[in-house]
């Protein structure tokens, strides 16, 4: 079975700019989570899409956004770049069920903004 | 809230080193524990977890003990090589709310 995939690997874009990232979650698994990994904050959570509804979200501006489509694949989207914004952005997927805790991450987008 | 705390790193071994990374938590509830682990410019891959206290999750030759009296998932290794060389993240998921709460994070480094 495939893992979770997102597009593209490397990204680079200039401050006041936006971008949006692309996952697709394993084969079945309709729950796609987003993270921010950075060096001085480390891993954050940004939001959690189930059934193409937004279920959770971390505390990041509303700058940061997301969606879900009917096929379980998910896009977010950061307008207006900060430097501040350059990170390595983690999708997450996981099995639905209330014992489905554990999450299964695909290699990251590394964004820099300049 | 619900926290984590690991040690911090690097931690320097030499291979066949016995390791231990330790990891804390804070949690309201009944938290499932995990650990993930980075290889560099890597995602993250699940490492193990542990779902009660008790528990023991295992794998690769890692361990680690769910022990909710001192609220540590410590994660072990008997023998460890240069191959093990990455980050290890300890992180636990609560309740209804799925997300991920982790720890900073120890960067592992094994010499030959």
């Known amino acids: 079975k495939a893992g979770v995939t997102q597009t593209p690997r490397y990204l680079i874009k200039t401050r006041g700019q936006q971008v949006t990232l692309s996952c697709s979650p394993i084969s079945g698994h309709r729950s796609v989570s987003w993270y921010q990994q950075t060096p001085g904050q480390g891993l954050q959570f940004l939001f959690e899409?189930?059934?193409?509804?937004?279920?959770n979200k971390g505390n990041f501006p509303g700058r940061f956004s997301g969606r879900q489509f009917s096929n379980s694949r998910s896009e977010m989207n950061v307008s207006t770049l900060e430097l501040g914004d350059s990170a390595l952005y983690l999708c997450?997927?996981?099995?639905?069920?209330?014992?489905?805790?554990?999450?299964?991450f695909g290699p990251g987008t590394r964004l820099t903004v300049t | 809230g619900n926290s984590v705390t690991q040690m911090e790193g690097p931690v320097t071994l030499s291979e066949e080193a016995f390791l231990t990374i330790n990891c804390t938590y804070t949690a309201t509830g009944y938290p499932s524990l995990f650990w993930y682990v980075q290889y560099p410019g890597e995602g993250l891959q699940l490492l193990l977890k542990a779902t009660k206290a008790d528990d023991k999750g295992s794998n690769k030759g890692f361990e680690a003990t769910y022990r909710k009296e001192t609220t540590s998932f410590h994660l072990e290794k008997g023998s460890v090589q240069v191959s093990d060389s990455a980050v290890y993240f300890c992180?636990?998921?609560?309740?209804?709310?799925?997300?991920?709460?982790w720890g900073a994070g120890t960067k592992l480094i094994i010499k030959p």
């Open positions: 997450a997927s996981r099995l639905p069920g209330s014992l489905s805790y554990e999450q299964y």
């Open positions: 992180a636990l998921s609560e309740g209804s709310n799925y997300q991920l709460i």
């Open positions: 899409y189930f059934s193409e509804t937004q279920r």
